[in-house]
T-cell receptor
Framework: QKEVEQNSGPLSVPEGAIASLNCTYS??????FFWYRQYSGKSPELIMF????GDKEDGRFTAQLNKASQYVSLLIRDSQPSDSATYLC?????????????FGKGTKLSVKP | KAGVTQTPRYLIKTRGQQVTLSCSPI?????VSWYQQTPGQGLQFLFE???????NKGNFPGRFSGRQFSNSRSEMNVSTLELGDSALYLC?????????????FGNGTRLTVT
């Protein structure tokens, strides 16, 4: 069974700080990585994807990938209370009983005003 | 471009009944996946359909079934409902479910079984 692990949190940061969310995965052959944001009672929303080692920036979000260490992280700069949500890490799996994407259980982020 | 549309948004059923949920994928997307989400359990994969064929199936009992139509719209059915089936059911579509094709989720159907 392939696994994606995330710290469940809650991770609490003050407004304006950098929030750092981490994810590790078990399948060394994984190629595609995704971050979803899920507000309470809502469905997951894709916010970032990364395929190559290194950093990828999109506005206040930066995804970091290190395939050798099998981890992917998401940095949120200048955190806002509206960023308070659960962040799901997902790894492409190409099917099977776990589906095409394997999801972590999510890290709950709370940004305090 | 319209997103993934799920209907209905809310359902209340009693034990033993059956329910059918509907999903319309993003135009051009041919892969539709279904997930169950309950508090503390995360997203649990139910099944994936591609070109009207079930391509992958998760570890759920046979009471859970689905199908996909030629226009890529999909339905899932749960028969003989149990209290434990109360959950948020999410449909997600992608271009082909492979490679670098991310999933895009609908708003979900919240099912309550009493």
């Amino acid at each position: 069974q392939k696994e994606v692990e995330q710290n469940s949190g809650p991770l609490s940061v003050p407004e304006g700080a950098i929030a750092s969310l981490n994810c590790t995965y078990s399948d060394r052959g994984s190629q595609s990585f995704f971050w979803y944001r899920q507000y309470s009672g809502k469905s997951p929303e894709l916010i970032m994807f990364i395929y190559s080692n290194g950093d990828k920036e999109d506005g206040r979000f930066t995804a970091q990938l290190n395939k050798a260490s099998q981890y992917v992280s998401l940095l949120i700069r200048d955190s806002q209370p509206s960023d308070s949500a659960t962040y799901l890490c997902a790894v492409m799996n190409y099917g099977g009983s776990q589906g095409n994407l394997i999801f972590g259980k999510g890290t709950k982020l709370s940004v305090k005003p | 471009k319209a997103g993934v549309t799920q209907t209905p948004r809310y359902l209340i059923k009693t034990r033993g009944q059956q329910v059918t949920l509907s999903c319309s994928p993003i135009s051009g997307h041919r892969s539709v996946s279904w997930y169950q989400q309950t508090p503390g359990q995360g997203l649990q994969f139910l099944f994936e359909y591609f070109s009207e064929t079930q391509r992958n199936k998760g570890n759920f009992p046979g009471r859970f079934s689905g199908r996909q139509f030629s226009n890529s719209r999909s339905e899932m059915n749960v028969s003989t409902l149990e209290l434990g089936d109360s959950a948020l059911y999410l449909c997600a579509s992608s271009l082909d479910g492979q490679g670098y094709s991310p999933l895009h989720f609908g708003n979900g159907t919240r099912l309550t079984v009493t």
